[in-house]
Nanobody
Framework: VQLVESGGGLVQPGGSLRLSCAAS????????IGWYRQAPGKQRELVAG???????NYADSVKGRFTISRDNAKNTVYLQMNSLKPEDTAVYYC???????????????WGQGTQVTVSS
């Protein structure tokens, strides 16, 4: 199984970015999928998550600015980030609990990360 993120980059404060994460491999089902971020010198933190049923949760710091969504047919999750602030600068990681063929149960998988830099 691979999780491949895309969409990161450099943006000015107040700008927007859309991150994508596509899961591939012998996937039977994806349970929760979401985004974490890690800024230099800080611990990795949850940004947003979404269940297979569409329930979402967000970190307080991004509520009202970020929106998470998923396309189950494409095994893809998106993070629309608006009104970006310098403190949103971090490496953003995709994380998912996935059931794969020949390995019963949901297991934790991570992407390689994509850099988001908010700066003027």
């Amino acid at each position: 199984v691979q999780l491949v993120e895309s969409g990161g980059g450099l943006v000015q404060p107040g700008g927007s970015l859309r991150l994508s994460c596509a899961a591939s491999g012998s996937i039977v089902s994806i349970n929760v999928i979401g985004w974490y971020r890690q800024a230099p010198g800080k611990q990795r933190e949850l940004v947003a998550g979404i269940t297979s049923g569409g329930s979402t949760n967000y970190a307080d710091s991004v509520k009202g600015r970020f929106t998470i969504s998923r396309d189950n047919a494409k095994n893809t999750v998106y993070l629309q980030m608006n009104s970006l602030k310098p403190e949103d600068t971090a490496v953003y990681y995709c994380n998912a609990y996935i059931w794969v063929n020949a390995r019963p149960g949901f297991y934790d998988y991570w992407g390689q990360g994509t850099q988001v830099t908010v700066s003027s």
